[in-house]
């Protein structure tokens, strides 16, 4: 080899090492299901901070023959030879890659170790990748698990050690179940404040902390990802800056498009992006004679790191919370509902579970259901919590 070359194996070899010390013992739910496949070749996407290389640190350490490489740290210009040098040389056999977007070529040399190496591989990114569009033809090959950050559930068991049962949807329905998850109340400011994300457990002094994430996704991740340039930068900083300091009602393609001074297809170029890398939450509309532009949300605590102290902000932070959790518990059919102008509808609509939903305080009144059928299941999620008829804790989505 090179002398080069021997240098990139001693750094990839010491990076290794380091990531075998301190590892967490404690593992996430999702843990199982991601490392289960024998032939694996598997990717984990989601949000920074959500514990994917805590993940891929855990794995190192219970797999015989494995090693960490991180892609966003050291330069690799041919990712198949260094797996291929390592599997003849070193008898490794699996192989955990840290955001592989940061590698150019990812989709083109997994496909040569998938077809030439009996190697498995593990990687992350915290950009949703789309390897069924690739000309790589990874779809077939490649499984993709979204991690998302903790659901309050998960939250709960983290941090107080108290594991309870998932609910079904219908349990919120159940005034027994819910009046037992009810209790919990208290963890929604500050899982909504940050708790969510795993990152917290280790250090939750860092006040500024969800504003640089948020600064290393626009400026490193997504020009990274879609080669995006200064200038898309500066625009993206700008789209979100409108989206966070406005209320919902007040955002659409439309309304980002004349405040920015960008083009719509621009708008939704960016907001795309926003959502691939697991800032924003993107709702399509359900409805009758409807403008088709979808209701933007986002993953708390973003809005508030913002947006702080803007009357608008408890109503959003409750519907960014309800779609985070429906996006944990798996739910990808959540609409919000728009009816006629004038007329109150709910928020949102779940086509298969027939159920309409209102987001709201516990004041919340029922007009907004005056006009939908009667075969259709209908809930208030209110927080705070309260076990009025017709109602149910807004954090009981978090038990799903």
């Known amino acids: ?9 001693n750094d990839i070899i010491e990076m290794d090492a380091k990531m075998r010390s301190n590892v967490p013992k404690i593992k996430r739910f999702d843990y199982p299901s991601i490392f289960k496949q024998n032939k694996a070749f598997t990717g984990i996407a989601g ?3 959500a514990g994917k290389t805590v993940m891929l640190r855990q794995k190192l350490l219970e797999t015989e023959n494995a090693l960490y490489i991180s892609l966003d740290s050291i330069e690799i210009d041919d990712l198949y030879s260094i797996v291929n040098y390592f599997s003849d040389e070193r008898g490794i056999k699996t192989f955990l890659f840290d955001e592989i977007h940061y ?34 033809d990874l779809g077939r090959r490649v499984r993709i698990k979204k991690l998302y950050p903790f659901s309050l559930r998960e939250y709960l068991f983290f941090k107080e050690n108290v594991k309870k049962e998932k609910l079904n949807i219908k349990d919120i329905f159940s005034k027994k179940k819910i009046k037992d998850i009810l209790k919990y109340d ?23 902390k969800f504003m640089n994430i948020i600064k290393s996704i626009i400026e490193r991740d997504i020009p990274r990802a879609y080669n995006y340039s200064l200038e898309d930068v500066f625009n993206i900083k700008e789209v979100l800056k409108f ?14 498009s004349r405040n920015v001074g960008i083009t719509k297809y621009t708008v939704m170029k960016y907001i795309k992006a926003l959502e691939d890398s697991f800032i924003l939450s993107v709702i399509e509309p359900k409805g009758t004679n409807i403008k088709k532009e ?3 949300l986002i993953f708390p605590p973003f809005r508030e790191t913002f947006a702080k102290n803007n009357n608008f902000l408890t ?28 007329r109150k509808t709910p928020d949102y609509y779940i086509p298969s579970e027939n159920m309409v939903l209102e987001i709201g305080g516990k004041s919340k009144s029922f007009t907004q259901f005056k006009f939908i ?16 008829e017709g109602t149910a804790p807004l954090i009981s989505v978090g038990f799903l």
Not at 190 to 204: H, R, V
Not at 316 to 341: H, P, Q, T, W
Request: glycine share 6%; net charge positive.
């Open 1 to 9: 080899m090179k002398t080069m070359d021997i240098e990139l194996i």
């Open 294 to 296: 979808p209701k933007i």
């Open 47 to 49: 949000p920074k901070g």
């Open 186 to 208: 208290y963890l929604y400011p500050p899982y909504i404040t940050g708790g969510l994300y795993p990152m917290q457990l280790e250090d939750n002094e860092d006040q500024d």
């Open 315 to 342: 109503g959003s932070v409750r519907e960014d919370f309800f779609i985070l959790s429906m996006k944990i518990a798996g739910y990808n059919d959540v609409y919000y509902l728009k009816g006629i102008r004038g």
């Open 103 to 136: 590698y150019r070529k990812w989709e083109r040399d997994l496909k040569k170790i998938y077809d030439y190496l009996n190697v498995n591989v593990y990687f992350t990114s915290s950009v949703s990748l789309k390897i069924y569009k690739s000309s790589y």
């Open 243 to 256: 989206i966070t300091t406005s209320p919902v009602e007040g955002v659409s393609y439309s309304s980002i």
């Open 373 to 388: 059928t009667k075969n259709i299941k209908k809930v208030i999620l209110t927080y705070p919590g309260t076990l009025k």
